[in-house]
């Protein structure tokens, strides 16, 4: 009996322990408080019955102790206020592999300086207000990743289908670098070149050789795919598939490489002869312009659908030749894409086939035969579908005698002509980090203030909770912290506080969920603060306000 007596007092003495000691514990991470705690130390050669009486008297002392606490300081209610808007506009660079002309900067560079060299890049877009980064990872049918469908890039370890040693997956780096900073990041494709002039000894690795009956060669020593052929469109939509699957990217982005440049083929047309007379023998009608058109768009389709039917969120961008054809609007001259890459981009811009559309836009503001002005405005007005019109800007070598001014002259334009969501895409990011100048005068004008990227008002999304948001006040300072039940669905939080009369605003990335905060500051009274949560679309929740407690 008395070993049976032992082992229920023993087993009420454990009850206690974990029921009290556990509520103690939830009572203590809800509150921060200066106010000391009674601790528990047991005392190993107690008796059951001892141990029970101690813990049950210590945890009764404990509940006076958070009584008294509640009672000093009591709960907050959440208030409605007049929050400030918080800047949109997107802020990009393009980062280009092919030739290693941003990243890496020199093939055969070791895993870690390559991602050294990365870090540095993402650190300077985020310490200049930046919000996204345009990534190449497939700069001619090669893979800045591990791809089941093409070999790694020449460019990352100086030979075709050489994988990183030590192994790692540079877009999986990119990704979550770019996400821990809160930049967005877009993966940029080449849909049709199969081999670069600068990519080194084509091998039997090289997709050259392994998609060689349509694949050809042009006389400055590219190779590219025929557009024509079923197979070209159904090999880049498995690439692109395959990354919108795999990896946690926030959109995909083709340049202006469609059909090749003339000059690429010493001015002579593209040799697509064998796919264009099976169309004519199969009782093809189109011209031969026309048709090559046609299977463009209908690639540009494909792709639009095929992403949204993946992952809805993640968007697509264009980044065509920035004349869709000579005297569009009128006066302008120069290539005409429409003609020569047999690129309807105006098409894809008018049927919504896009998300963002960013036509480069290399020539300073004036003279007017390439005006940025009179095209920006020329492509706002086909933008039937109120689609995202991001211009690629020339931050590199626009011709211009004071190129630091024309570049910030363009972005205060293009805020102007495109309100309702303003954004740029600088070519490329050699332009920021070779021309401190440059760099200054963005973070110095427009972009001095942080941004979020605009709405994509068109996705659907499901609409954020609001946060929950506690404050502890202290002696000097106040203790936000806030969560949301549902983090996985938060990009950003946006932290609002009010000084005297006057608010300000704080983009912080999703890990950030507490700021201690003076209750003194410029000689002005802490007196309100809320906080909103942002999901990667840029859809904001309802914001919860709290006014801070005085002592």
């Not at 990041?185 to 080449?190: D, E, F, G, K």
């Not at 070149?193 to 590219?222: C, F, I, P, Q, W």
């Not at 896009?354 to 036509?359: C, I």
């Amino acid at each position: 009996m008395r070993l049976n007596a032992i082992r229920v007092f023993a087993l009420l003495g454990v009850f206690s322990f974990v029921f009290f000691g556990c509520s103690s514990k939830r009572s203590k991470e809800a509150k921060r408080s200066t106010t000391a705690a009674v601790l528990v130390n047991p005392v190993h050669n107690e008796v059951p019955e001892q141990v029970y009486d101690r813990q049950k008297r210590s945890a009764v002392d404990d509940t006076k102790i958070q009584v008294t606490a509640a009672k000093e300081e009591p709960k907050e209610e959440s208030i409605r206020v007049d929050l400030p808007l918080v800047k949109r506009e997107f802020r990009a660079a393009w980062v280009a592999t092919v030739a290693n002309i941003n990243w890496p900067s020199k093939r055969n560079l070791s895993t870690e300086q390559q991602k050294q060299e990365a870090i540095a890049l993402l650190d300077l877009l985020k310490n200049n207000n930046f919000n996204a980064v345009i990534f190449q990872v497939r700069p001619s049918a090669d893979a800045m990743y591990k791809s089941t469908f093409e070999p790694w890039s020449v460019f990352l370890n100086g030979e075709i289908g050489r994988q990183p040693y030590p192994y790692y997956d540079p877009l999986e780096f990119w990704v979550d670098e770019a996400h821990k900073r809160g930049l967005e990041l877009h993966v940029w494709l080449n849909p049709y070149r199969a081999h670069h002039s600068n990519g080194g000894t084509v091998t039997s690795e090289s997709m050259v050789r392994k998609a060689s009956d349509y694949v050809v060669r042009l006389k400055n020593g590219m190779y590219w795919f025929d557009p024509a052929d079923p197979r070209t469109q159904d090999h880049a939509s498995r690439v692109v598939n395959d990354i919108v699957k795999r990896y946690d990217i926030d959109g995909v982005h083709f340049d202006d490489y469609f059909y090749p440049y003339a000059t690429y083929n010493g001015g002579a047309d593209f040799p697509d002869d064998k796919t264009w007379n099976a169309y004519r023998n199969a009782g093809g009608k189109l011209s031969r312009a026309d048709w090559r058109r046609d299977h463009v768009n209908n690639f540009i389709k494909r792709i639009y659908t095929e992403i949204k039917a993946e992952k809805n969120f993640v968007k697509f961008g264009l980044s065509p030749f920035g004349i869709w054809k000579p005297g569009y609007p009128a006066g302008i001259t120069g290539s005409s894409q429409y003609d020569e890459l047999y690129a309807d981009a105006k098409l894809w811009l008018n049927e919504g086939w896009v998300d963002y559309f960013t036509p480069q836009l290399y020539w300073p503001i004036s003279p007017a035969k390439q005006s940025f002005t009179a095209l920006l405005k020329w492509w706002q007005s086909e933008n039937t579908y109120n689609r995202h019109l991001w211009p690629g800007l020339n931050t590199v070598e626009v011709r211009t005698a004071d190129r630091p001014t024309e570049i910030v002259n363009q972005v205060n334009a293009t805020r102007e002509l495109v309100p309702n969501s303003p954004g740029e895409v600088h070519w490329s990011i050699a332009g920021l980090t070779k021309s401190p100048a440059m760099l200054q005068a963005l973070v110095d004008g427009p972009y001095k203030e942080e941004a979020l990227v605009p709405k994509s008002l068109w996705l659907n999304a499901n609409p954020l909770l609001k946060p929950t948001l506690l404050l502890t006040t202290e002696k000097n300072a106040v203790f936000a912290k806030w969560l949301h039940k549902q983090p996985d669905q938060i990009r950003h939080w946006v932290l609002y506080v009010r000084y005297g009369d006057e608010w300000s605003t704080e983009i912080l990335t999703k890990d950030i969920t507490s700021k201690e905060l003076p209750r003194m500051k410029n000689n002005k009274t802490l007196y309100d603060v809320a906080v909103r949560g942002v999901d990667r679309l840029g859809n904001e929740s309802d914001y919860i306000a709290k006014r801070v407690q005085r002592k």
